[in-house]
């Protein structure tokens, strides 16, 4: 069974420079396919997709947001680390990772499962 | 940038009726890269259907989708309680999107 945790600070100060970690169960980011993404989704607001990493290390970010965001994996841990620079308010949201499946010999980018999500407010 | 329009917003119906959803695509989703998730209160979304139109593993053979290209439905062929939700699709042949959802609610 896959399961995925994300934790890290519930508030943040503007400009500040958030940290989430993933902590994974059921795989290993070391198996060839594998991949762990992130999604955030502001209260009452539609999801956004932030980024991915890849078994290899390979990284995708959103462009949009490519210049705030590090992604980083440490697979004798079984976490994925998220970093998003100089914070704004209107990056509160709830901040999910997700596993990137492999099925059948194949390797899928949709999310599934995802955790429980955490919601982080950038308040002063 | 895939931009994914969903439509309608909400759509208010009776458990036991036919649910149809809709998303569309800016551009052509490559070879019908498209997912739809089921987001309920609280919780984090559930993949139901991939490649356009197969059924993720658990999911009950009521919810069904088809497309290709630009234009997708998600169907619910009759609506159960735990059904009303909102759901989101998702394309991946070019980068990550997702829609901006669509709420079932009852009626």
């Known amino acids: 069974q896959i399961t995925l945790k994300e934790s890290g600070p519930t508030l943040v100060k503007p400009t500040q420079t958030l940290t989430l970690t993933c902590t994974f169960s059921g795989f290993s980011l070391s198996t060839s396919g594998m991949g762990v993404g992130w999604i955030r989704q502001p209260p009452g607001k539609a999801l956004e997709w932030l980024a991915l990493i890849y078994w290899d290390d390979d990284k995708r970010y959103s462009p949009s947001l490519k210049s705030r965001l590090a992604i980083t994996k440490d697979t004798s841990k079984n976490q994925v680390v998220l970093t998003m620079t100089n914070m704004d308010p209107v990056d509160t949201a709830t901040y999910y990772c997700?596993?990137?499946?492999?099925?059948?010999?194949?390797?899928?980018?949709?999310?599934?499962?995802w955790g429980q999500g955490t919601l982080v407010t950038v308040s002063s | 940038e895939i931009v994914l329009t969903q439509s309608p917003g909400t759509l208010s119906l009776s458990p036991g009726e036919r649910a149809t959803l809709s998303c569309r695509a800016s551009?052509?989703?490559?070879?019908?890269?498209l997912v739809w998730y089921q987001q309920k209160p609280g919780q984090a979304p559930r993949l139901l259907i991939y490649?356009?139109?197969s059924r993720a593993t658990g999911i009950p053979d009521r919810f069904s989708g088809s497309g290709s290209g630009t234009d997708f439905t998600l169907t619910i062929s009759r609506l159960e309680p735990e059904d009303f939700a909102v759901y989101y699709c998702?394309?991946?042949?070019?980068?990550?999107?997702f829609g901006p959802g669509t709420k079932v609610d009852i009626k």
């Open positions: 551009q052509s989703v490559i070879s019908s890269y």
């Open positions: 998702q394309q991946y042949g070019s980068s990550f999107t």
């Open positions: 997700a596993h990137r499946p492999c099925t059948g010999g194949s390797c899928h980018n949709w999310f599934d499962p």
């Open positions: 490649g356009a139109s």
